[in-house]
């Protein structure tokens, strides 16, 4: 059974940062591509940035030079550092997990206050 489970959400003010896990069991994490999403109000869930099992990286643009994406394959984790946070980065967040299949967590909470 596939399970992602995210951690680190919270509440924060603007300027602050936050980072969040995703730990993931039932795949081989290593293969994937590991990605992490948000969805916020009213809005469709969106890409904030992506780690492939080779190490390469995207960023959404709305993110770039603040967020960095990482991973652990001997944890099977990957992360979200989040810095400089503004309140437009409120929303849910969802990891995924990529391959043959799409996978995805429960999402976790951000709420950036201004």
């Known amino acids: 059974q596939v399970q992602l489970v995210e951690s680190g959400g919270g509440l924060v003010q603007a300027g602050g940062s936050l980072r969040l896990s995703c730990a993931a069991s039932?795949?081989?994490?290593?293969?994937?591509?590991m990605g992490w999403y948000r969805q916020a109000p009213g809005k469709q869930r969106e890409l904030v940035a992506f780690i492939t099992s080779g190490g390469s990286t995207n960023y959404a643009d709305s993110v770039k030079g603040r967020f960095t994406i990482s991973r652990d394959n001997a944890k099977n984790t990957v992360y979200l550092q989040m810095n400089s946070l503004k309140p437009e980065d409120t929303a849910v967040y969802f990891c995924?997990?990529?391959?043959?299949?799409?996978?995805w967590g429960q999402g976790t909470q951000v709420t950036v206050s201004s």
């Open positions: 995924n997990a990529q391959w043959t299949s799409y996978y």
């Open positions: 039932g795949i081989i994490f290593s293969i994937h591509t």
